[in-house]
């Protein structure tokens, strides 16, 4: 018996899996170009880091479960990559590797492996290391500082415009340099239209599906022109909410993540509007200034619920088709007799 089955809504068979997550990795590596361009080999190192620890952690769990490596299943390096992306370029790499060894060993395997988790790994390792240690994934370096690669990368560390719209305030960068990701942030998030280029290439692909990432996107576009938390017009309050948040990252690569993805269409687009909604919930009234783990986290929970109340409601549906085009049959027939 094969030692890899993922489940339903994750893949349909292993070689679409390698496919899938080969993907990702392709789409997150401008990101980590861009890391490297902006902070030097640090990022790259904490890159490779946290990959070797997600790597190592599956390898052993999967050993002590009693099963045969599969090496075709690059599920822990996607993670590995995910991760420090979402954290500053000084972040110390203990954070960065306990963050990864969480993700594969308390979530991934715990759950019973690949597209049977119950909760998005990178995002439930992300927030592990934001209630353990914000302060070293929320104090950035300016770009172009270069931090040093080795040893403590502390010193001339600040909080980003995130920070700022998490007070309420209004963000004081240049509008080109928040387009471009020339701002204080997370290694891998500031640059927008990287970002963009990586969902089009993803949805081109076939990697992840549409129709979440379409009713997330909608719903947070919508709140940003309509209802805008901070005191600017829509235009502008899209700008900044979409170019120092975290949500348009995790739109692309968390929020698809097939093991957590509802596996009908009517359902994902539930799914991502829930995303959506919690997402602004949390940027309202969380504690943290980055929060779309947390929404994705709660959102997950809903994903088989969703699932089970379209079918619920799909059925009911034909029913009722079925009963219509019967009673039409009979009025027909009693009509011609």
């Excluded at 029913?319 to 027909?332: F, N």
Aim: proline share 6%.
């Amino acid at each position: 018996m094969p030692q890899f089955e993922p489940k339903a809504p994750y893949v349909r068979n292993r070689d679409s899996a390698f496919t899938m997550m080969a993907d990702v990795i392709i789409a997150m590596l401008p990101l980590y170009f861009m890391a490297f361009y902006f902070y030097g080999s640090r990022a790259l190192l904490l890159g490779l880091v946290s990959v070797a620890a997600a790597v190592i952690s599956d390898f052993i769990c999967i050993l002590l479960e009693g099963k045969k490596p599969y090496f075709r299943d690059i599920s822990a390096v996607v993670t590995g990559m995910l991760l420090p992306l979402m954290m500053s370029a000084a972040t110390p790499y203990y954070v960065a590797v306990s963050a990864a060894v969480f993700a594969i060993v308390f979530v991934k395997h715990v759950f019973g492996g690949v597209g049977q988790c119950a909760f998005n790994p990178a995002a439930a390792g992300f927030a592990f290391a934001v209630s353990c240690w914000p302060t070293q994934v929320f104090s950035y370096p300016a770009p172009f500082s270069a931090p040093g690669a080795f040893g403590s990368a502390a010193e001339g560390l600040s909080s980003g415009p995130a920070w700022n719209l998490f007070q309420g305030g209004v963000p004081t960068n240049d509008i080109l340099d928040l387009l471009l990701g020339k701002f204080l942030g997370p290694m891998g998030l500031t640059n927008i239209v990287v970002l963009v280029t990586c969902l089009f290439y993803l949805l081109f692909r076939g990697a992840i599906s549409w129709q979440a990432p379409a009713a997330f996107f909608g719903v947070m576009v919508l709140t940003a022109l309509l209802f805008p938390r901070i005191p600017e017009t829509g235009p502008m309050s899209l700008v900044y909410e979409a170019t120092t948040g975290m949500w348009v990252f995790g739109g692309i690569f968390l929020l698809g993540e097939p093991g957590t993805l509802p596996k009908r269409s009517s359902s994902r687009f539930l799914y991502g509007a829930l995303a959506a909604l919690f997402t602004v919930l949390f940027q309202r009234f969380g504690r943290v200034e980055q929060t779309f783990v947390f929404a994705l986290l709660l959102t997950n929970v809903f994903g088989f619920t969703l699932d089970r109340g379209s079918e619920r409601l799909l059925r009911r549906l034909r029913r009722v088709y079925i009963a219509t085009k019967a009673k039409r049959s009979e009025k027909k027939s009693a009509q011609g007799v």
